[in-house]
T-cell receptor
Framework: NAGVTQTPKFQVLKTGQSMTLQCAQD?????MSWYRQDPGMGLRLIHY???????DQGEVPNGYNVSRSTTEDFPLRLLSAAPSQTSVYFC?????????????FGPGTRLTVT | AQSVAQPEDQVNVAEGNPLTVKCTYS??????LFWYVQYPNRGLQFLLK????DNLVKGSYGFEAEFNKSQTSFHLKKPSALVSDSALYFC???????????WGLGTSLAVNP
């Protein structure tokens, strides 16, 4: 099993550009989530999904969109990049909703917005 | 409000000595408690969890954690630290009917040779 995969590993965007961060898992997990990690702020939940076709907002959803058309994939879209979105982004999956089961994390995407 | 506190930003220990990384929590109802480790430039890896049962939970890489209900703590421990244990450690908790996972800010562990 590949576990949770994320692409790209690194990305540089200019302010106003859009892009999609890809996330896929091969463990048949229903629960998937996106976090951003910033120095001194720990992990903050952006969006999550409890199954195909169902998504919801986390604590910092503004500027990001998600969709979940299949169990395996959970892409994160930045609509119009801003310097404040410079961060490391992690996708995670779990067989139980985040607060109940252990989560499996991808390797992360380091995004810089200039 | 629900919260998780990791009171130490950094912990330094000598190789071979026991280590403790502290975590206290405030959640409603029975807690679900987790420890994760993050090595440099990597994603987080699950170490161990407490849901119910024995207060001492054993996990990966020789780590264990002690659940203390009266002190609302879930400290991570290892009897003999290795240099390779140097990493960032996160505690997380959820409770009761609220399935939202609350994360601590992380503790950087440095094990010195």
């Amino acid at each position: 099993n590949a576990g949770v995969t994320q692409t790209p590993k690194f990305q540089v965007l200019k302010t106003g550009q859009s892009m999609t961060l890809q996330c896929a898992q091969d463990m048949n997990h229903e629960y998937m989530s996106w976090y951003r990690q910033d120095p001194g702020m720990g992990l903050r939940l952006i969006h999550y999904s409890v199954g195909a076709g169902i998504t919801d907002q986390g604590e910092v959803p503004n500027g990001y969109n998600v969709s979940r058309s299949t169990t395996e994939d959970f892409p994160l879209r930045l609509l119009s990049a801003a310097p404040s979105q410079t961060s490391v982004y992690f996708c995670a999956s779990s067989y139980l909703q985040g607060g109940r089961g252990e989560q499996y994390f991808g390797p992360g995407t380091r995004l810089t917005v200039t | 409000a629900q919260s998780v506190a990791q009171p130490e930003d950094q912990v330094n220990v000598a190789e071979g000595n026991p280590l403790t990384v502290k975590c206290t929590y405030s959640v409603s109802g029975n807690p679900y408690l987790f420890w994760y480790v993050q090595y440099p430039n990597r994603g987080l890896q699950f170490l161990l969890k407490y849901i119910t049962g024995d207060n001492l939970v054993k996990g990966s890489y020789g780590f264990e954690a002690e659940f203390n209900k009266s002190q609302t703590s879930f400290h991570l421990k290892k009897p003999s630290a290795l240099v390779s244990d140097s990493a960032l450690y996160f505690c997380a908790a959820s409770g009761g009917n609220n399935r939202k996972l609350i994360w601590g800010l992380g503790t950087s562990l440095a094990v010195n040779p």
